[in-house]
Structure formats: C-alpha cells, structure tokens
C-alpha cells in the first residue's frame, strides 16, 4: 500500500485547502500534559506564535461554510455561528485530538433538515444536547474504536449521498429558483429550472463556484500571500461586495436578531417519542463516526499526532451538549477546518480554541455584515462542498476492492429514501459480501490450452490438461457449484484441481474425494496441487498416520522445499509425476533438472507477478541493506530467515561462512566487502553461522591439505585454534549445552567478524559509525536463529538485547563496535 497522500473528506464540507499554503513545521508539544502550571505556559508561550495565525485562518474559513450550512439544514444563520463558537472552544478543549477543529458538519444537514420539518428547532436542540450525552456514554464506555469497524464504503456513501442532496437543493437557489421537498421533486424539476435560468442571483451562485474552483488553479507566479487566501471567504466576501455596489435584487440572508437574542433553552418532545430517540441515536452515531474518521486522517497529515479516540468523543459529546442548550447545531469534528489547520502551522488545541473564541467576536460585534450576504452566494458555496462529497478517487478504490456496489446502495438509500435507510441497507449489504467472502469458493474450470505440454509426459494425452482452480473458503454453500464446474470435464480427462483454500470443510473433502475416485476410475487422472494450508492432500496426511505421527503441518509454498510440495503429488498420486526420464518439446530431461524446471513453473504461475513491481523499482539499481555471509549449506536460507525480500541483502556464500582477509586474503571475498563498502554504501556487515555445519565438522577432522576443500578450510584454523583456547563465545555455548561442532561454529562467525574489522576500509567505517558488525547463528533443528551479544549467542525473539549484540571481540582490540540491534 502506498503511504497516504492527504486525508479523504471522510467527514463534513469537503473542500480543500489552499495548495499554496506553506507546509507547518514538525509540532513541538501537544499541550500541556504534564510538569505542571509552569510547563503548560511554557509550551503555550512556545507554540502561540504558531497557533495564533492559524486560529484566523480557520475562522475566516468556518464562518462562511457555517452559515452555509445552518442555510442547507433549515435552520436559523445565527445557529450555524453558535455551533462554530462551541465546536472550536469546547470540543477543542476537552477533546482527543490536539490539532482537530470540531463545528457544525455539511454530513448531518440532511439529518437535521429533517428533524427541523418534523419536530421544529426547538425539539432537535433537545435531541443535539440528548446525542451529546450519549457521545460521553460512548466515550467512558471506551467505544471509540469501535466506530472504526463501519465499512469505508458505507462512511464514503453515506457523505456521497449527502452531498448529492445538498446539490440537488441547492442547484435550485444557484439558478435563481427555490429547492424543493424531496430528491425526486428537485431531479424532476431541474430541467426547467435550468431553462428558465436567469436574473443576478444565477450570476452570483455560478460566480462562486468558479471561484472556488479556480482559487487553488492559481499559478505559481501569483503572489503566495495572495494564493493563501481561503477561496471560501474570498468568493462570499467579493460577490457580497458586487452585490451590494451594484444593488442587484437578490435574496439575501436574514438573521431575525443578534447571537444573543437567538440563544433559547431546547424544547422537550411531546409525542413520537420513538421518532426522538431515533433521531437521537442517529445524530450520536453519524456524528460519532465522522469526528472519529475526521480525527484519524488529521493524525497521518501530521507524523507523531495521535487521538485519544475516546476522549474524542467526550470532548465531541460536551460541545454538543452545549451546542443545544444554547440552540446551536449539532457538531462534529470537520476535515476541512482540521487541515487548515495543519496547514496554517497550528500546533496545538490552543488554534482550534482561539478559532472558536474569533467566532464569538465576530458573531457579537459584526453580524450586520452577514446580512448583505446574497443567499445565491451561500447556495453556490454549498454546490461546491456538496460535489466534494462525492471523491472519484473513493470510487476506484473501492472499485478494486470489489465493494462499489455498498457505496451505490447507500448513495441511493441516502438520495431517495433518508440518511438512516441507506445507512442500515449499506451496512446490511456490507455485511452479506463479507459472508460471502468468507464461505463462498471462487471455482474456476480452465478447458486445455492449445500444445499444452503438460507436466510431463506421463500426464499428457491428446485432450490435453484440465484445470480447476479453486480460491478462498470451500465448504458446503459451495458444493452444489462445485459439483456443476466439475460436471464439466469430460471422463479420461487428464485433470490438475489448484486448491488455493485457507479452509476446506468436511462436506467440500468428501464432494472432492469422491469425485477424484470416480474420476480414475473411469480412466481419468487427478493431480491435487495443494497451493493453500488447508488442501485435500493435508487433510489426508493428518488423517493417515495416526496418534503417533508428527509430519509437518501445511506450510506457505514459498517455505517449502521442494522435498515436501513436489514428493507429496508422488506419494498420493504415484510415481508418474516427477520422476524418470521424460520430454519436454522435443527434449529428454533427466530426473536432476525436473525439480528445478518444475519450481521454476512455479515461480512464473504464482510469485513472478506479485514480485514484479518491486523487482520493476529495483530495475536501475540496488540499495541493500545487509551485506550477508553464510554458508554454502543449502539449509540456510537468507531472505527467509530474514524475513526479507529482492534488494534487500547483497549475500555472500562459501563453505564456512569464512572471510579470509588477513594474510591468506580471498579476492572474492574482499572485493564483495569493498563493493558493498564504497558503491552500496550498506549500513550492516553480518556474519551468519549455522548447527552441524559440514566445514566445521572437517576441520575437527584434519581435511587434506592438498585439497581444494584443504586450502579453503585453511582460513578456519584460527577459529579452530581459539575454541581450543577456549574462547569466552564456545564456553558460553558449552555451559549451554551445544555440542564441539556448533561450539566451533560460534567462535567461527566471531572470528570471521573479528576478521572483517581488521579490514581497512571496514574498520574506517566502523569509526565513523557508518557500518555496524552484526553475528548470527541459526540453529537448524529448532528453525531459530541467535545473534551474537557480548560474549555469547542470545535467542534473536528476545526483546533485551545487551549493548553489545554486535561484532564481539575475540581479543582485545582498540576498534570501537557500535552496538547493533536485533535482527
């Protein structure tokens, strides 16, 4: 997965900050969380100079789209403004997240529209202060979390489908009309409003949306200060200002009084109780899950950020709370209000504060100016949050994750039916294809290819090979298809079935079974080829030895050997496959090169297009991490012992793991160190030994020296002559247990690390700390592996390694060894 880029508009008005914007330096506190009164003013006093102009810039963006909003949820302008105050200093201060800024969100408009024309504002003031105390339920309850497990899709359409409402009524006002009652009425009635478009109001609302599709075109020759400006404010405030020079006849707002005047306590509901608490479930969860999606993209626009999801939601459910006494709209945390944020340098809660006390000021002293705002203006600022709603990229993404039809179902149930029923349908369809994934088998029968070869010759008649593959969970839902795709192929047939299953149950092992056995008899032929950890040929192994059995559980192909996935077609299904002399187009090939030209077939059908990409990244050049030794033993495999991958150690094998660099110097050796060393620029040099190691046996065993294995294992004699002194490694390794030859091999990797560092360019860039020595023994019967700490081998799982698990001196010397972590 490639790292995210920005945070989706997860939640509420989703426009997007100024590109221009400068980028925030990394935070320097997230307030105040310990060391007293004198160390909360110090971080203040260190990050006011940030938090401060951040605070303005969020203001002059919240309040635009706050009245726009109360506009979209029929409720009064001057509870938009309440909602921002609130969200800002109450949800700011008591809240998770030091960096998101919480108001009132375009994603509950619908839901409050709603219970305005059902209850009046009176009693959905009641149901926002009711959901604001079942948020703090939600969050001491440690609930928080929880919201994260709603499927994207369902989150994506549900904004989606808010967005397409928004637009759908608002379009009206931009042309010059009035929206009206439902989502069919404003789609049947668009066409003749869009004829009979006309007068300035069409011109102002046509005006802000080019506005704010502009703004952030802008190229790079204009001024910084003047790409800073937030689009929002500068659409509102240039059109109001057109408007009122030219005295165009336009809507405008109308507050019916100041902030003050507007402040009521909530009315308690009367009659459809059932109604209230339905809506005050829905507002507690939809604001819940927006503050919390909103809260997690803010922590990956900023590294080192990270929400208290819980407290989150206490601090949401307080200022909803408040937002209600005092007739405010229901509040969540919004992405767009929180990225500005970031983006303008805030640093911590102290901005979303400030932000909040701005709105005061500006909803106390200045609301006579939002009155000369023209309600096309709003109606056009609305149109552009709403289509930012509806993200293209979500659709392909969750186009290649197959769950585009989750997010369509819950746009139409959200568009044409409400919130809560598209909401529940999605989620009811979310939950079906998740079932389905897990119980439902994809089977697929692949007819012969034209000169298909087959395996070998054994296998390969005129009709040539079937394949079937199956993938996923097979258990009884899937037998009835099963049974149909294996109707499919033709009696005689040769047949090879993929079971690329992570479960089998006993009914799909008996379909199979059976089916395999009548197959063969009528003269047919199968070849199971257990790709997954829960194949037929598993099953028949745990099954056939009995208590005393211990064979091998299935293990991933790529961990394999060959002695175990290619011999197992063998031993159940003969000697046929594998084995003997055989053609291949034309060409005899002995029993030596089978295995390899098979794991190759292998390789090409299931790994080379999953490491393509990354082989693709690596194509103009190599950056390891490790430059590796290690034996020549074919039981020792690097990349898996390293849990590693192509690029990432440039490896060296010879008999011994031996690095003969001192006076009986090995080119081939060296100049692999050298390489590593001057054009890799590798941070790690390792050496790795291993159990029961062959060239250490025949240096116990006096190997002839005319030899060529003689002259080689020459190079060990000193790692042989420093065990016989006893060298602190093997005593450590003998109070332990091991027995002379892997004893010998410890001292070995030790020695051959000692080696290393006695080697010029090795021992410079030790110095300057450029490259750590890093010892290594894997012990073959147990499959664990020991890194070299001090003056002894430790388990490499441990979580404690001493400072010295590195290159561990045989003698004195004066080359200082950083430490090296654990591998």
Not at 127 to 136: E, N
Not at 655 to 670: H, Q
Not at 746 to 765: E, F, I, K, S
Request: hydrophobic content about 45%; glycine content about 12%; overall charge neutral.
């Amino acid at each position: 997965m490639s790292a995210p880029q920005s945070p989706p508009p997860h939640a509420s008005d989703a426009t997007t900050p100024d590109p221009a914007t400068p980028a925030p330096p990394p935070p320097v506190s997230r307030g105040a969380s310990g060391g007293g009164p004198a160390a909360a003013l110090a971080s203040l006093r260190g990050n006011i100079r940030y938090d401060l102009p951040a605070s303005l810039v969020v203001f002059l963006v919240a309040v635009p789209l706050s009245l726009g909003i109360a506009v979209a949820s029929e409720a009064p302008l001057t509870a938009g403004l309440i909602a921002a105050a609130v969200g800002g200093i109450v949800a700011g201060a008591l809240g998770g997240s030091a960096l998101q800024v919480s108001g009132p969100a375009a994603g509950l408009t619908v839901i409050v529209a709603d219970l305005v024309n059902r209850f009046g504002w009176g009693v959905t003031c009641a149901i926002t202060v009711a959901a604001g105390l079942l948020q703090i339920v939600f969050g001491c309850t440690r609930v928080g979390r929880a919201a994260l497990a709603i499927s994207p899709a369902v989150v994506h359409g549900m904004l989606a489908g808010i967005g397409v409402t928004i637009v759908l009524g608002q379009l009206h006002v931009v042309l010059g009309g009035e929206q009206q009652g439902g989502a069919f009425e404003n789609v049947i009635a668009l066409p003749g409003q869009l004829i009979s478009a006309h007068g300035p109001a069409t011109l102002l609302g046509l005006a802000v949306i080019a506005i704010l599709l502009a703004w952030p075109k802008l190229p790079k020759a204009v001024p910084s200060w003047v790409r800073g400006i937030p689009a929002p404010l500068l659409a509102v405030v240039a059109l109001t200002v057109v408007a009122s020079v030219f005295a165009l006849p336009v809507v405008r707002v109308e507050i019916g009084g100041d902030v003050l005047d507007a402040i009521a306590l909530p009315v308690l509901p009367t009659s459809d109780l059932g109604g209230v608490l339905v809506g005050v479930l829905t507002v507690a969860i939809i604001a819940s899950i927006e503050s919390l999606l909103s809260a997690v993209a803010v922590d990956r626009m900023r590294p080192g950020s990270q929400t208290n999801l819980d407290r989150e939601l206490v601090g949401q459910g307080a200022g909803n709370t408040l937002s209600g006494l005092l007739g405010g709209l229901p509040i969540t945390g919004v992405i767009v209000r929180s990225t500005t944020n970031v983006a303008a340098g805030g640093r911590t809660r102290v901005s979303a504060i400030l932000h909040g006390v701005w709105v005061v000021v500006f909803s106390v002293a200045l609301l006579g100016l939002v009155q000369q705002i023209p309600m096309a203006v709003l109606a056009g600022l609305l149109v552009h949050i709403g289509t930012k709603l509806v993200n293209v990229g979500h659709m392909r993404e969750l186009h290649r994750h197959g769950e585009l039809p989750v997010y369509v179902v819950t746009i139409l149930g959200v568009v044409f039916v409400d919130l809560l029923t598209g909401v529940l349908v999605g989620l009811g369809l979310a939950l079906l294809m998740v079932l389905r994934r897990v119980v439902w088998a994809s089977i697929e029968v692949q007819a012969p290819r034209a000169q298909d070869p087959g395996p070998s010759r054994s296998w390969r008649k005129a009709g040539g090979t079937w394949h079937v593959v199956v993938e996923g969970a097979l258990c009884f839902l899937s037998v009835p298809r099963l049974s149909r795709r294996l109707a499919q192929i033709p009696e005689g047939a040769d047949v090879v079935v993929d079971l690329v299953t992570d479960y089998l149950d006993h009914a799909a092992y008996d379909h199979l079974s059976e089916w395999e056995e009548r197959h063969r008899l009528a003269g047919g032929t199968v070849r199971i080829d257990e790709v997954g950890t829960m194949g037929l040929v598993a099953r028949r192994e745990s099954t056939a030895g009995g208590p005393g059995d211990r064979r091998p559980g299935p293990v991933p192909r790529f961990l394999s050997p060959w002695s175990v996935w290619q011999a197992r077609h063998d031993a159940t299904y003969g000697e046929g496959w594998g084995h003997g002399h055989h053609e291949h187009d034309g060409h005899t090939h002995s029993d030596d090169v089978d295995p390899i030209l098979t794991g190759l077939r292998e390789y090409h059908r299931r790994a080379a297009g999953l490491v393509a990409p990354y082989l693709s990244d690596l194509a103009d050049g190599q950056a390891p991490h490790a430059w590796f030794l290690t034996c020549s033993d074919s039981r020792v495999v690097p990349n898996v012992l390293t849990s590693s991958g192509p690029g990432d150690l440039f490896t060296v094998r010879n008999v011994g793991n031996l690095a003969p660099l001192g006076t009986e110097a090995d080119d081939s050796v060296g100049a692999t160190v050298e390489y590593a060393l001057d054009v890799l620029h590798v941070p790690t040099l390792v050496v790795c030994g291993h159990s029961g190691c062959g060239a250490m046996q025949a240096v116990n065993r006096d190997v002839v020296p005319d030899s060529a294995l003689g002259r080689w294992l020459a190079g060990a004699t000193e790692s042989r002559s420093r065990w016989a002194a006893k060298h602190p490694v093997g005593e450590h390794a003998r109070s332990g247990g091991w027995g002379d030859v892997d004893q010998l091999a410890m001292v070995n990797v030790a020695v051959q690390l000692d080696r290393l560092a006695r080697h010029p360019g090795v021992a410079t860039a030790v110095a300057e700390g450029r490259v750590r020595l890093v010892g290594l023994f894997f012990d073959i019967p147990t499959a664990r592996m020991f890194v070299l700490d001090g003056e002894r081998f430790v388990p490499a799982s441990t979580d404690r390694l001493g400072a010295g698990a590195s290159a561990t001196r045989s003698e004195p010397s004066t080359t200082a060894f950083p430490a090296a972590p654990a591998l």
